[in-house]
């Protein structure tokens, strides 16, 4: 068989790639069935639902698995595995597998306990068809999977399952989990009806919540208090027992100017309180093993202000020392 030139350099260049980069992919999902999800009153407030499954990248140049970083990201919605993606090659360099474990139905809020046990029975396998080590084990989230991450959390240590996750640490990046705010947020936006963006994430998750938790937080708090991982609302603090014991690290930027210009959005109109709050309630339960990074305007990497941009601000060498550190 011959190669041309230009077919040689192509193959040397796709090995020098995999040589540099030191990874290992592989690939589990399920086909996605043929239907779809209401997510509105609109005709066309439908989403698909997407493949569930997993996507693990391991690092071939290392003879053990250091431990294992897992994201809780959708298969389907934007670009797949994006915020695990970005953290491949430090992760993968340190001797760190990168699991992203996704459910069937798009953009999760982990209402059902089978979203919960579908993501519980794919990490199980995921750890078992590819013998990862169940040690120096770390959750990490961005945006609403960082919801997703602690609602696990929270899972595990109410089961109790047979194969349980032996957990290390815990990051979240901008991530929703005081839902009383969030719904008011939504309330909010639409009301002012400013920005269409705005607009229609408020109306899409006003929808949600007031279908799942059986009303709003006035007609229903509980719900929305048992269902929020930190709420400002909540002055008994449930959840906060669940994450106590674990090294937590939460990132938010600061861009008050921006939502102000941008969408007239208020001090309390992001996920900043949220990510404050809750490292604030794990220093009040005397954990000193948790703390809160802040972005300001001028550290962004981009003009946009959102969640994939904070977790684009994160210095991810940083955060894999801070991995390390924290690994037995």
Same mark, same amino acid.
């Given at each position: 068989?011959?190669?041309?030139?230009?077919?040689?350099?192509?193959?040397?260049?796709?090995?020098?790639?995999?040589?540099?980069?030191?990874?290992?992919?592989?690939?589990?999902?399920?086909?996605?069935?043929?239907?779809?999800?209401?997510?509105?009153?609109?005709?066309?407030d439908f989403l698909e639902y997407i493949e569930k499954g997993y996507t693990l990248?391991?690092?071939?140049?290392k003879s053990n698995i250091s431990g294992v970083i897992i994201f809780f990201e959708?298969?389907?919605?934007?670009?797949?595995?994006?915020?695990?993606?970005?953290?491949?090659?430090?992760?993968?360099?340190?001797?760190?597998?990168?699991?992203?474990?996704?459910?069937?139905?798009?953009?999760?809020?982990?209402?059902?306990?089978?979203?919960?046990?579908?993501?519980?029975?794919?990490?199980?396998?995921?750890?078992?068809? !590819? #013998?990862? +080590?169940?040690?120096?084990? =770390?959750?990490?989230?961005?945006? %609403?999977? @960082?919801?997703?991450?602690?609602?696990? /959390?929270?899972?595990?240590?109410?089961?109790?399952?047979?194969?349980?996750?032996?957990?290390?640490?815990?990051?979240?990046?901008?991530?929703?989990?005081?839902?009383?705010?969030?719904?008011?947020?939504?309330?909010?936006?639409?009301?002012?009806?400013?920005?269409?963006?705005?607009?229609?994430?408020?109306?899409?998750?006003?929808?949600?919540?007031?279908?799942?938790?059986?009303?709003?937080?006035?007609?229903?708090?509980?719900?929305?208090?048992?269902?929020?991982?930190?709420?400002?609302?909540?002055?008994?603090?449930?959840?906060?027992?669940?994450?106590?014991?674990?090294?937590?690290?939460?990132?938010?930027?600061?861009?008050?100017?921006?939502?102000?210009?941008?969408?007239?959005?208020?001090?309390?109109? !992001? #996920?900043? +309180?949220?990510?404050?709050? =809750?490292?604030?309630?794990?220093? %009040?339960? @005397?954990?000193?093993?948790?703390?809160? /990074?802040?972005?300001?305007?001028?550290?962004?990497?981009?003009?946009?202000?959102?969640?994939?941009?904070?977790?684009?601000?994160?210095?991810?060498d940083e955060l894999m020392a801070w991995i390390i550190k924290w690994s037995k």
């Amino acid at each position: 068989m011959k190669f041309g030139l230009k077919s040689v350099l192509v193959l040397l260049s796709i090995l020098a790639f995999l040589s540099t980069n030191g990874q290992n992919i592989v690939e589990e999902y399920q086909k996605s069935k043929n239907d779809s999800l209401r997510i509105g009153e609109l005709d066309t407030d439908f989403l698909e639902y997407i493949e569930k499954g997993y996507t693990l990248a391991k690092p071939d140049n290392k003879s053990n698995i250091s431990g294992v970083i897992i994201f809780f990201e959708g298969s389907g919605f934007d670009k797949k595995n994006m915020s695990a993606k970005q953290l491949y090659t430090q992760a993968n360099k340190a001797g760190y597998a990168v699991l992203s474990v996704s459910t069937e139905i798009p953009l999760d809020f982990f209402f059902s306990e089978n979203s919960l046990l579908d993501v519980h029975k794919t990490i199980e396998r995921a750890f078992d068809k !590819n #013998n990862l +080590p169940n040690n120096n084990v =770390f959750l990490i989230g961005v945006g %609403l999977s @960082g919801h997703r991450a602690l609602k696990y /959390v929270e899972y595990q240590e109410k089961i109790s399952p047979d194969f349980a996750l032996n957990l290390s640490g815990l990051v979240i990046c901008d991530a929703p989990l005081d839902w009383v705010r969030q719904y008011n947020e939504g309330n909010r936006d639409r009301r002012i009806n400013y920005d269409e963006g705005a607009v229609w994430e408020g109306s899409f998750s006003n929808f949600i919540l007031e279908k799942n938790l059986n009303g709003t937080p006035t007609s229903n708090l509980e719900n929305y208090l048992n269902f929020s991982t930190y709420s400002y609302s909540d002055k008994t603090d449930r959840k906060i027992k669940y994450y106590k014991n674990y090294p937590v690290r939460a990132y938010m930027e600061v861009a008050i100017q921006y939502w102000l210009e941008k969408k007239r959005k208020t001090t309390i109109d !992001n #996920n900043g +309180p949220d990510m404050v709050g =809750f490292i604030a309630q794990l220093k %009040l339960t @005397g954990n000193e093993k948790s703390d809160l /990074v802040i972005f300001y305007p001028r550290e962004s990497k981009t003009e946009k202000k959102n969640t994939a941009a904070t977790w684009i601000a994160v210095d991810k060498d940083e955060l894999m020392a801070w991995i390390i550190k924290w690994s037995k």
